[in-house]
């Protein structure tokens, strides 16, 4: 992350005392930014759900500063709960627990299970424990769109309808944390992200990756179209079908197999030699980049499915309105 603002401590103090006041804060997080609120205070997560102009039916991820404030939230941690905990946080993995009565039901959409994430960025952490609450949060951005990597990104779209924004530059991992619910039999993946599914069962075995369907019930905001650009995006194997005179195209990196790249206006390499960590942290800016630039429409060609590419595969053909199969 670049060089925070030298006054990142008042940023905190103040964004800490708006939280704890009932309002809303953009802050940064490892994965994307996040639009805060106090996690106990159901007023002021109404709020995040209005300036988000999000359904009340896709639940908010809560974000604590230490392990002792999962306790305030759950009932119950499993054992492979906590072992996936103490390995990957603070980080971006979120896991779903039985919630406590204490957490009201606008947070979790009145579902029985809550989302618990302890984020690795500092000025996050410092925030949530300057708040003394742990604080629900969704993505910066409007409901579908493409989520925010920087604080201008949450400015442009957010601008007055959030209390604050606190800048910490560019976020480090760029795309959302891994979901992992424990409310059934088995550890089920709700969401790919940004801790790789193969890391996760190297702790704790095999993790299963629900149907579609199945997919909506346990995590209701999985909607098909989401990340969306404003301009159409699609999903090619290749670029020979794309003939349209105003077209930008994302690609995983420069590669003389891709072929003619010279029909496009625009070409966005998510990476400069195919690393999928490279490629997560610059997806949501370079979509936003086309998303801008004048093009008509945005080809993306496919990204191998390992790693952080299960997650980028995972936006991309939510965001090209087909909806997935992961
Ligand atoms: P966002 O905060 O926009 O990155 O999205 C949060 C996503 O996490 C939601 O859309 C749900 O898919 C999932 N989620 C959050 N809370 C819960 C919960 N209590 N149970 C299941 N899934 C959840
Ligand atoms: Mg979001």
Known sequence: MRDVTINAGEQVRR????IRGGGVVAFPTETVYGLGANAFDELAAARVFEVKRRPFFDPLIIHIA?????????TDIPPLAEKLTDRFWPGPLTVVLP?????????????????????????????????????AAPSANL?????????EHVRSQLGDSVDMVI??????????????????????LLR???????DIEDVIGKVTIPANSDLKNQSPGRSDQHYATSIPLVLVDDITGINDVNAGLIALAPNSDI???????????????????????????AMRRLDNSGVGLIAALPIPKT?????????LARASRKGVHI
Do not use: W
Not at 66 to 74: F, H, I, R, S, T
Not at 192 to 198: I, M
Not at 264 to 283: H, I, P, Q, W
């Open 259 to 285: 072929g003619d790249i010279g029909k496009f206006t625009k070409v966005e390499y998510l990476s400069s030699n195919g690393d999928l960590r490279e490629a997560a942290c610059n997806l949501f800016a």
């Open 66 to 74: 230490n392990k002792g404030q999962l306790g305030d939230l759950v």
């Open 99 to 135: 919630k406590k009565t204490a957490v009201p039901d606008i947070i979790t959409s009145g579902l029985p299970g809550a989302a618990v994430r302890m984020p690795s960025n500092n000025i996050a952490l410092q925030l949530i424990s300057a708040a003394g609450v742990p604080i």
């Open 167 to 188: 800048d910490g530059g560019e976020c480090d991992v760029g795309i959302e944390s891994t979901i992992i619910s424990f409310m059934g039999e088995q550890p089920t």
């Open 192 to 198: 790919p992200g940004g801790t790789a599914l193969e």
């Open 15 to 18: 964004a800490a005392e708006i």
């Open 307 to 315: 790693g952080l590419g299960l997650a980028i595969n995972d936006r």
């Open 143 to 151: 409901f579908g769109y493409v989520s925010p990597t920087s604080a």
